[in-house]
């Protein structure tokens, strides 16, 4: 699996940057690439074995995920198991840490496998990059969302 690796500082405490990325079906709420999120299949609102799916803007692509590891205020992994983006699975795991009593590190490290055999194999570098902007807009989109609201 290919590998990716963000950080993003939030000027905001542990527990309010947590209780965003808590909140699972409001991802749209601060990622400006995702127009509608939702639980599916019956999902608990939380924690392990929570289910949503991922409208991207425009309504032509989505994605559906699940919580796969769960520490409160530590760490939330999420799979990526089925969509119409070129992705055969995707694992993103999201660790906080706090760096003071107003600021919290957020990082991101996505590993993935793309679809289509050897034909994936070669779009790999363009899928990561398009990963790595995806992420970046998540992590901007949550520090903006956050400090905004503990302001």
Partial sequence: MTPVTLKQTVDAPLA???ESWDRYADV?????GIENS???????STGL?????CDFVGGKNYILEEIVAYEEQRKMTLKI?????????AFVAFTF???GPKRTEITATARFTPKFGPLGLLLRPIMRKQLG????ELLAGNAAYVAARAA
Avoid at 38 to 44: D, F, T
Avoid at 49 to 53: D, E, I, L, T, V
Avoid at 82 to 87: Q, S, T, V
Avoid at 133 to 136: E, S
């Fill in 16 to 18: 309010a940057v947590w």
């Fill in 81 to 89: 198991y089925d969509g119409d983006i070129p992705l055969k699975v």
């Fill in 97 to 99: 840490k706090p760096l």
């Fill in 133 to 136: 902007k995806g992420l970046t």
């Fill in 28 to 32: 749209h709420s601060f990622h400006p």
């Fill in 49 to 53: 074995g929570a289910k949503r799916r």
């Fill in 38 to 44: 939702y639980l599916v299949e019956n999902s608990r």
